[in-house]
């Protein structure tokens, strides 16, 4: 295999691993955070009825939603991008001034 055809694979596995459930925990958070600041809103947040805790859960999933759909953004950026060709000189070096 090519090192563009391993690059792809590891930037589709790494968005089927991170990315997906990034999404999701982008989602989650958000409906946290926003349900926590309702007034009288039905809130259990495992067991806690806390808007606090709603609020603090729903900011601490969406930061980490950010970094696992950022993954993938990476890899496929390092593994996919086309480098810059490194300069051949075939003639004499030139003289030290």
Do not use: H, W
Request: charged share 10%; glycine share 18%; with cysteine.
């Amino acid at each position: 295999m090519d090192k563009r055809q391993v690059g792809l694979i590891a930037t589709v596995g790494t968005a089927l691993c991170c990315g997906l459930p990034g999404c999701l925990s982008l989602c989650m958070g958000g409906m946290f955070a926003v349900v926590g600041g309702i007034p009288g809103a039905d809130i259990d947040i495992g067991g806690s009825s806390d808007p606090t805790a709603a609020i603090a859960t729903g900011i601490g999933m969406l930061c980490v939603g950010v970094i696992a759909v950022g993954i993938p953004v990476v890899v496929g950026f390092v593994t996919l991008r086309n480098k810059p060709a490194e300069a051949v000189y075939g003639g004499p070096l030139p003289p030290a001034a």
